[in-house]
């Protein structure tokens, strides 16, 4: 009958029945958790096999067996339960507040610091009541001491101080993340790296490191936001007396073959006043910027002389009468079967046009209005497949010509690009016309080439042309 008056005996009994039901329910939640792969399943796997088991243990020393909570054994499976307690705080905070957080909610944005620092203030806290409340510690005095060098160290490192949570709260704002491009007062580039003290920007020609804190107290411009609108603006020069319309739509269609220009934009140029325009182009990215001017500013060089348009003032004079002659004789005459008077006819109406490498010479869906006789250089022909790919066709070599379809009035089936630095000699439809017709093997020889090209660019749209 006393048995049933002792506490002892409930808490025997409520331990032994209690603790494999807990156990099962927790081992339940554990397969559930790792069946729907929950960030919370390793939480779980910890409060059964160390937890519960632990505090199980406790419960009988204590409350059964009745060893005094003074006792060394019970204080240090006390100190080893607090410490579970805390890691299992520690990684179930993580777990359930900062992994698989969106991307733009304060969450994700929160400085790591920040983080840390939180984990250290509930450590402390934890530490606190172990040795408080577990070994009997008296911690007031040591709260006092740190208290009072806290304040005198503060006081000492206002200004560092200062300036450390200037650059932590413009971190957790997060104007900029990993390789976003920057443009500083002291520097412009790639962000690589982003830590509690300073900005790692890769700028090309070495790392700028930036502290945070001069980039709290100075503007700067993020040139990856918002996303896909960046652009560069380019400034070219040309005569006054060229045409600004002429000018303008040179400029633009130039641009609008650029390889890095974004999809779906479209260019724009405008004069400035005084011959000067400004041709805005749109890219995917501000790593493109560079390669995007350069390009531009080269490509412009060969098409304004093509365009007899004078880029900072200058006139070609490339296509002079030997030049001509020399094209006519090595290359055209050949090809055509020429006599010399039959060249000499086109002296007149032949020029020499220069290509720089990747331009684009014809463009498919085009009629062109003249035969192009290469001279010097290769060109590529490349078709577009059903699936928006790009195929080459064949490569045209010096001797060879382009344009076919000027003399039956067709469209392009393929564009032709330019391999390297291209010269070719340009004869208009009209003036060819009449040469060619009174040869009918030369007709036939051409069709024949026109349609095994025109077959090679069925075959690719098809995807039937490997290579």
Known sequence: MNLFHSSWFYWAVGVA?????????????????????????????????????????????????????????????????????????????????????????????????????????????????????????????????????????????????????????????????????LDTSTARGRIVEVNWRAVHIDTGSGTRITPNSVLASTPFTNLSRPPDKHKVSVKTTFSTADPPDRVCAMLTRVAGGLPQLKAGSQPRSAPAGAGEYSTSIGLNSPADEGAARATFLRWIWYAARREDLHLDDADDDYSTRERIEFALRMVVAPVLRLSVP???????????????????????????????????????????????????????????????????????????????????????????????????????????????RQSKVRQAERGELVG
């Open 17 to 181: 029945l209690g603790f494999p039901v807990g156990v099962i329910l927790l081992t339940e939640l554990h397969h559930a958790l790792l069946r729907r792969n929950s960030r919370l399943a390793r939480q779980v796997g910890l409060l059964r096999n160390f937890l519960w088991p632990l505090g199980a243990l406790l419960l009988l020393l204590v409350n059964a067996v009745q060893i005094p909570a003074g006792d060394g054994l019970v204080q240090i499976l006390s100190t080893l339960f607090g410490f579970l307690v805390l890691v299992l705080l520690l990684s179930g905070l993580n777990a359930t507040v900062f992994e698989g957080a969106p991307e733009d909610s304060w969450r994700k944005r929160l400085p790591t610091i920040f983080i840390d620092v939180a984990r250290f203030a509930l450590i402390g806290v934890g530490l606190t009541l172990i040795l408080s409340y577990i070994w009997g510690v008296r911690v007031g005095g040591l709260f006092t001491a740190l208290g009072v060098t806290s304040v005198v160290i503060g006081l000492m490192l206002q200004n560092s101080v200062g300036q450390i949570v200037s650059g932590l709260f413009m971190l957790f704002e997060q104007p900029f993340r990993i390789n976003d491009w």
């Open 342 to 452: 039959d060249q000499q006819l086109l002296q007149s109406s032949a020029r020499v046009v220069r290509y720089g490498a990747d331009e684009t010479v014809e463009y498919a869906g085009e009629v062109p209005s003249a035969m192009t006789f290469l001279v010097s250089g290769r060109v590529r022909l490349a078709a577009t497949t059903e699936d928006g790919g790009v195929i080459d066709i064949s490569t045209i070599e010096e001797g060879e010509f382009l344009g076919l379809t000027a003399l039956t009035r067709q469209p392009n089936l393929a564009t032709a690009y330019a391999i390297d630095e291209v010269t070719a000699l340009e004869i208009e439809r009209e003036h060819l016309e009449a040469l060619v017709m009174r040869e009918p093997l030369l007709l036939q020889n051409f069709g024949h080439i026109l349609e095994e």
